[in-house]
T-cell receptor, first 110, second 113 residues
Framework: RKEVEQDPGPFNVPEGATVAFNCTYSNSASQSFFWYRQDCRKEPKLLMSVYSSGNEDGRFTAQLNRASQYISLLIRDSKLSDSATYLCVVTEGSNYQLIWGAGTKLIIKP | DGGITQSPKYLFRKEGQNVTLSCEQNLNHDAMYWYRQDPGQGLRLIYYSQIVNDFQKGDIAEGYSVSREKKESFPLTVTSAQKNPTAFYLC????????????FGQGTRLTVV
């Protein structure tokens, strides 16, 4: 079983729709959680951290469910520019080792 | 501005040659990482370093070597022993021992010709 799992997609979504991604992790002792965005042939960039209480940044909402060991990302009113691959990452261990999911590809269609 | 810089952006290598990819950061981060990414795939960890003069193998270290002589620098050598080196290589850094995120360089795209 992979440590961090994501649906690879692609998710094909019309512009303006709401889309949600989930990411499950296997280590219940994981400490922190992030969503990154990666555009084609570019480096990943931090989209948002995920806090236990959930957090929102504009059209983006991230939530953490420790009991079920998953994090989610919700994108409302999707834009063409939201097309990218979304990576989730968790940290674990005394060294806060980064464990990456393989990413979910999102394609927003006009 | 603080950041992490990789060079070159594109690199072509003949089979049988060793090449070294540069990664420099001025973020004062202790931890540095090298990842490999193949088309349509996720990030795979090659090597990481939590402190100067120390580094550990990741999941796919065979055919690669690193050094960490300075805090700011973490070069990666792709040796001739790496059978399929064509890939996108990403260097990242973070503050060790904390819950902070990783910052990435722009990547080096290596092609074997």
């Amino acid at each position: 079983r992979k440590e961090v799992e994501q649906d690879p997609g692609p998710f094909n979504v019309p512009e303006g729709a709401t889309v949600a991604f989930n990411c499950t992790y296997s280590n219940s002792a994981s400490q922190s959680f992030f969503w990154y965005r990666q555009d084609c042939r570019k480096e990943p960039k931090l989209l948002m951290s995920v806090y236990s209480s959930g957090n929102e940044d504009g059209r983006f909402t991230a939530q953490l469910n420790r009991a079920s060991q998953y994090i989610s990302l919700l994108i409302r009113d999707s834009k063409l520019s939201d097309s990218a691959t979304y990576l989730c990452v968790v940290t674990e261990g005394s060294n806060y080792q980064l464990i990456w999911g393989a990413g979910t590809k999102l394609i927003i269609k006009p | 501005d603080g950041g992490i810089t990789q060079s070159p952006k594109y690199l072509f290598r003949k089979e049988g040659q060793n090449v070294t990819l540069s990664c420099e950061q001025n973020l004062n981060h202790d931890a540095m990482y090298w990842y490999r990414q193949d088309p349509g795939q996720g990030l795979r960890l090659i090597y990481y370093s939590q402190i100067v003069n120390d580094f550990q193998k990741g999941d796919i270290a065979e055919g690669y070597s690193v050094s960490r002589e300075k805090k700011e620098s973490f070069p990666l050598t792709v040796t001739s022993a790496q059978k399929n080196p064509t890939a996108f290589y990403l260097c990242a850094s973070s503050r060790a021992g904390t819950n902070t995120e990783a910052f990435f360089g722009q990547g080096t795209r290596l092609t074997v010709v």
